[in-house]
């Protein structure tokens, strides 16, 4: 519930006890704190502890290997390293690197690996039925040593809903460059909930990683609509 407060209330911003006070387009109004959910899943649980696991070792590192991270990420253009546009710092690429790495089950890197870049994936077919869900690759790289693909979704989306990938996120293991379809509705589902008449839109984003360097390609994207 929300409730206009008076002029006492003019910068009042944040939460305390029960109540926050916030503002939305210009009008400022005090509703019931909201708390969220305990529920996590397991990726996020797994997320948490690579995160955990690389600020300690980050701590870890001796004084000349934290200086060649910052060389590194002051060399490095942020597109080619994480597939996105950015200024980093010496830990922030060391983080993000080696979050991959460590999440394909390497071990942690002390010292910046050689970078090279990633090619982003070929366009991808995503096919939704009532039984089945696949994702086919038009093509991969001829080479795929070292190279894993990440599947991002979003929940069901409704028809009048045109865009969705923002909120896309992981849900199922890295998973291995092919050309054939690849199964996803039982970590789709399992994460999701299934795609129905009401929602029956999934928005994907993906890209490719490389095992040894932690590098990220560009994102793509793909949707796809529940069929008869």
Known sequence: MKYNPSIAFDEMS????GV??????GR???????YGGSTRTSYQASVKSVFKQLSQAWQNLTNEQMLAWHAAANSAQGRSVLGTKAKITGSNLFSRLNFWVVTAGGSVMTTPPALTGV???????????????TFTLADIPSSITNLKLVIMASEPQSNGIRSAYSKAAAFTSLQTPVTTAIDI?????????????????????????????????ADMFASAKLSA
């Open 14 to 17: 944040g939460s305390a006890k």
């Open 20 to 25: 926050t006070a916030a503002k939305t387009r």
């Open 28 to 34: 400022k109004y005090i509703r019931n704190r909201g």
């Open 119 to 133: 090619e982003a994936p070929a366009a991808a077919t995503v096919a939704i039925t009532a039984s089945t869900m």
């Open 185 to 217: 509705k039982t970590d789709y589902d399992k994460k999701n909930g299934t795609p129905t008449a009401g929602n029956p839109k999934v928005f994907f984003r993906y890209f490719y990683v490389n095992t040894a360097t932690g590098e990220k390609s």
